[in-house]
Structure formats: C-alpha cells, structure tokens
C-alpha cells in the first residue's frame, strides 16, 4: 500500500492453535504466525530460502556450523532489540522448553555463538544444509526475549516482529491485528 493509506481488512482463517510458535500444533498456524513474527529466513515464490530477518549466510568449510548477519536496527513490537543474543534465546527457548514443539528439528543444533550484534554462528552436531530452510518456518520465528519472563501468556499475546501486532484476540471467535510500523520491510 502508499504510504499514508489506511484501511481494514477483514480475513476469515482457522485461529492459530498458539500464537507461540514453540506451542503451536497445527502446520496451518504458520499463516497466522507469520502476520505477528519474522522468520530468520523465509522462502519466496519458488520455495527458495530468502534473507528475511538475516540478510546473509556461510557455511564453514566443513558444514558443521554457519554463520548468519542480521540486518542492524532490528526490533521487535515492544521495542526489544531483535539482535543475535535474542535469536540465541529463542532456539534455546525451543530446544529447551518442556512443551516445545520444534525442540526435535532444533536438535541439529549444538550451539548458538554470539559473534556480534548483527551476527551468530549455529554450530551443528552434524552437516546439515537445510538450517536456512528450517528457519524460514516456526523454529526461525522470533519471540520478543522480554515476553520469556512470561511464556504461559505468549500463546494469547504475542510479541514478534513481523508486519502486524496482536491487539486483540478471543479465542475460537476472532484477531485483531493492527500494522506494525517497525517491520523491517513495512513497505
């Protein structure tokens, strides 16, 4: 839309079983999660992993460890920097929560190094090159690491950083989402 331009969209859509993506249950939830989160990755039209919260990607020589930069000034809807020491929170989140959903796939996962800021390397129990893919979807959707002091209210409010935020919600009736202005591609 141009700038300036305001409106509401009505859309009719299964509710998301959680609005946590490390509780979520049900494949279709990935629609609904993605209007409140940005993955690291994501994948465009063709299936093909894209930059998304990462910018860019490398594998070690050995394909046991890659290393992702972030884009600089990243937040999330509250205002809590989105920077490679929150991206380690959230896979550790997801390894280790008791309930988690996605500790499974985050299992190839040994270790989340903070390099910098915008950078982290995941180092790999194994050579695995679908990391990028795996974290266009839930297990690379980020959760505001100030919500974690809370995770039992993450699955009715939930802080991300992805093009909408969650105003609103009554399960099994109804969302309300209103556009986040700090989306990193809000255009």
Same mark, same amino acid.
Do not use: C
């Given at each position: 839309t141009?700038?300036?331009?305001?409106?509401?969209?009505?859309?009719?859509?299964? =509710?998301?079983?959680?609005?946590?993506? #490390?509780?979520? !249950?049900?494949?279709?939830d990935?629609?609904? +999660?993605?209007? /409140?989160?940005?993955?690291?990755?994501?994948?465009?039209p063709?299936g093909?992993?894209a930059?998304s919260?990462?910018?860019?990607?490398?594998?070690a020589?050995?394909?046991?460890?890659l290393?992702?930069?972030?884009?600089p000034g990243?937040k999330f809807?509250d205002g809590?920097?989105l920077?490679a020491t929150?991206?380690k929170e959230?896979?550790?989140r997801?390894?280790?929560?008791?309930?988690?959903t996605?500790?499974s796939? =985050?299992?190839?996962?040994?270790k989340? #190094?903070?390099? !910098?800021?915008?950078s982290f390397t995941l180092? +790999?129990?194994q /050579?695995?090159?679908?990391?990028?893919?795996l974290?266009?979807?839930?297990d690379?959707m980020?959760v505001?690491?100030?919500?974690?002091?809370?995770?039992?209210?993450i699955p009715?409010?939930?802080v991300?950083a992805?093009?909408f935020s969650?105003?609103?919600?009554?399960?099994?009736?109804?969302?309300d989402?209103?556009?986040?202005?700090?989306y990193?591609?809000a255009?």
């Amino acid at each position: 839309t141009a700038a300036g331009v305001t409106g509401t969209v009505n859309w009719e859509w299964q =509710l998301p079983t959680s609005w946590d993506p #490390v509780t979520s !249950s049900a494949g279709w939830d990935m629609h609904v +999660l993605g209007l /409140v989160y940005a993955s690291i990755t994501t994948l465009d039209p063709a299936g093909t992993v894209a930059p998304s919260l990462a910018t860019s990607w490398k594998y070690a020589a050995d394909g046991k460890s890659l290393t992702f930069q972030l884009r600089p000034g990243l937040k999330f809807s509250d205002g809590t920097a989105l920077d490679a020491t929150a991206v380690k929170e959230n896979i550790v989140r997801g390894q280790t929560q008791a309930n988690s959903t996605v500790s499974s796939e =985050l299992s190839v996962i040994s270790k989340v #190094v903070v390099n !910098s800021p915008t950078s982290f390397t995941l180092d +790999l129990t194994q /050579v695995d090159y679908q990391v990028p893919d795996l974290l266009a979807g839930k297990d690379g959707m980020m959760v505001s690491p100030a919500a974690f002091k809370n995770v039992g209210s993450i699955p009715t409010k939930p802080v991300g950083a992805g093009p909408f935020s969650l105003t609103s919600y009554v399960p099994d009736s109804h969302a309300d989402l209103v556009r986040n202005p700090g989306y990193w591609d809000a255009s």
